[in-house]
């Protein structure tokens, strides 16, 4: 068994050394992502143009649902919306990808083809997300490799109903992303 543990550990380490990451530092400690560009070039490709144009410093984390997702990467400190600066992309939420606990997907209306910029991370295995063929979901891009703890920690503040985002519940005291960049290759 350990030797099986070990070999999963090993071929999880190689495989996130192969795919880009990028290091989101928010106010409450930092996550590495590792972005599945194979599964969803369009969706990572995306992401990166945010990232790499500095979009996603000083957003917040605006929603938070307990046993489900944190959300972010729309709105300001002052809950103000940031109008996204590229259309909306092509679902890839067939990839082969789930959503499952740590992996990030992102938000879209409901229009399938509508995400841009604002994407969540899954607090919990929610296979409701994943959609089929009859009905698409919502397209997993990546997954946290560190800072898990990040996010739970984040998860367990305090919310209030934000009235400002049809009630939505928020953090009572802002959770900001201060930066998110790419990790040297």
Known sequence: MKKLIATIALTTAAWA?????????????DLTI??????????VENFLKYVDDGFYEGIVVHRIE?????????Y???????????????????NGLANERGTLSMART?????????F????????????????PGYAVFATVVEGMDVVDAIASVETRRA???????????????????RLAE
């Open 66 to 74: 307990p046993n489900f997702v944190i959300q972010a990467g729309g």
């Open 110 to 118: 409901s229009d399938p083809n509508s995400a841009n910029s604002q």
């Open 17 to 29: 050394a192969s795919e880009t990451q990028v290091v989101m530092e928010t106010s409450m400690g």
């Open 120 to 135: 969540f991370i899954n607090l919990v295995n929610n296979s409701n997300l994943n959609g089929s063929a009859s009905r």
């Open 76 to 94: 300001d400190a002052n809950l103000n919306y940031i109008t996204p600066t590229y259309p909306g992309i092509q679902n890839e939420s067939d």
């Open 34 to 43: 590792t972005l599945h560009e194979e599964a969803a070039p369009i969706t």
């Open 163 to 181: 009235r400002e985002l049809g009630g939505m519940p928020t953090p009572v005291e802002p959770v900001i992303i201060k930066s998110v960049r």
